[in-house]
Nanobody, 126 residues
Framework: QVQLVESGGGLVQAGGSLRLSCEAS????????MGWFRQAPGKDREFVAI????????IYADSVKGRFTISRNNPKNTMYLQMNSLKPEDTAVYYCARKSDRAAYYTRDETDFDSWGQGTQVTVSS
């Protein structure tokens, strides 16, 4: 089991940047693919990005491609989401999650993720 804690959220103007962090505890982080999801008010949680255990096979939702970058630092047990050119529609609670070992590396399905953080709020003002 891995425990996940997100940080780095906040209020930013449109066009600005934020970097989210996801700190993991437990021995499974280094061997696990990890992902970011987000949930806006009144909407379902949606996939944002996924990264495999060595920091390759990066996959992004179309809505964030070219603006967001997912990365990880295994010695620090931390994953990141660099968010640039933020838009008001990026406003959401952002969650990090660990992909289940049984799921395909390219999955975007939240049911394929078995550990979740508590979330961090990102608000983008227009």
């Amino acid at each position: 089991q891995v425990q996940l804690v997100e940080s780095g959220g906040g209020l930013v103007q449109a066009g600005g940047s934020l970097r989210l962090s996801c700190e993991a505890s437990g021995r499974t982080f280094i061997n696990s693919a990890m992902g970011w999801f987000r949930q806006a008010p009144g909407k379902d949680r949606e996939f944002v990005a996924i990264i495999n255990w060595i920091g390759a096979n990066l996959i992004y939702a179309d809505s964030v491609k070219g603006r967001f970058t997912i990365s990880r630092n295994n010695p620090k047990n931390t994953m990141y989401l660099q968010m640039n050119s933020l838009k008001p529609e990026d406003t959401a609670v952002y969650y990090c999650a660990r992909k289940s070992d049984r799921a395909a590396y390219y999955t975007r399905d939240e049911t394929d993720f078995d550990s979740w953080g508590q979330g961090t709020q990102v608000t983008v003002s227009s």
